[in-house]
């Protein structure tokens, strides 16, 4: 009994501990300028449910192509089908200054997500299809990826320790009493 309490509280402190899956979002934009990329990460709770959101940054990899040079966006946890989850993003505009590209001369870009990107769980790696306009002007990939391993939050544990062996040492005390 003398140890209970104190290990019945690290254990509850384990249990508390939070962490966060770190993925990051690639939009191909190749067809604007080859090699474009528009990407960003964000960060998910350690047990990610349908409804969850995140804001992410989104930048270009050739920011002198666009105006503006980064993108806010949201990333949307949806159902999946059958099972698993649904990766979306909120719709992007930007402008592309050169606008002349062959084949396509876009100058104003909206791009929306036509096709999800498919998630078993997480972290996960899977590929969705967008478009800009619809109909469609061109249509691409992106990409959710891992971009780190989940990291505990480690503020809990440590005050529930101190509390632990604060516990175990008043009671040590008494005991000798």
């Given at each position: 009994m003398k140890i209970f309490l104190p290990?019945?509280?690290?254990?509850?402190?384990?249990?508390?501990?939070?962490?966060?899956?770190?993925?990051?979002?690639?939009?191909?934009?190749?067809?604007?300028?080859?090699?474009?990329?528009?990407?960003?990460?964000?960060?998910?709770?350690?047990?990610?449910?349908?409804?969850?959101?995140?804001?992410?940054?989104?930048?270009?990899?050739?920011?002198?192509?666009?105006?503006?040079?980064?993108?806010?966006?949201?990333i949307s946890i949806l159902s999946g089908t059958p099972s698993g989850f649904a990766v979306d993003f909120s719709p992007l505009m930007f402008t592309n200054l050169s606008g002349t590209v062959t084949p396509i001369n876009t100058k104003d870009v909206s791009l929306m997500r036509f096709a999800f990107a498919q998630c078993a769980s997480f972290p996960c790696t899977a590929t969705g299809l967008f478009q800009d306009r619809s109909p469609a002007v061109f249509t691409s990939t992106y990409t959710i990826t891992p971009t780190a391993v989940p990291e505990p939050g480690y503020g809990l544990l440590v005050a529930v320790l101190l509390t632990a062996i604060a516990f175990g040492q008043r009671r040590a005390r008494a005991n000798k009493d």
């Open positions: 290990l019945t509280l690290l254990m509850a402190g384990a249990g508390l501990m939070q962490s966060a899956i770190i993925e990051s979002i690639s939009l191909d934009l190749s067809p604007l300028h080859a090699g474009s990329i528009l990407s960003g990460t964000f960060s998910l709770s350690n047990t990610p449910v349908a409804g969850d959101t995140a804001p992410v940054l989104l930048s270009f990899s050739d920011p002198s192509n666009y105006t503006p040079t980064s993108l806010t966006a949201t």
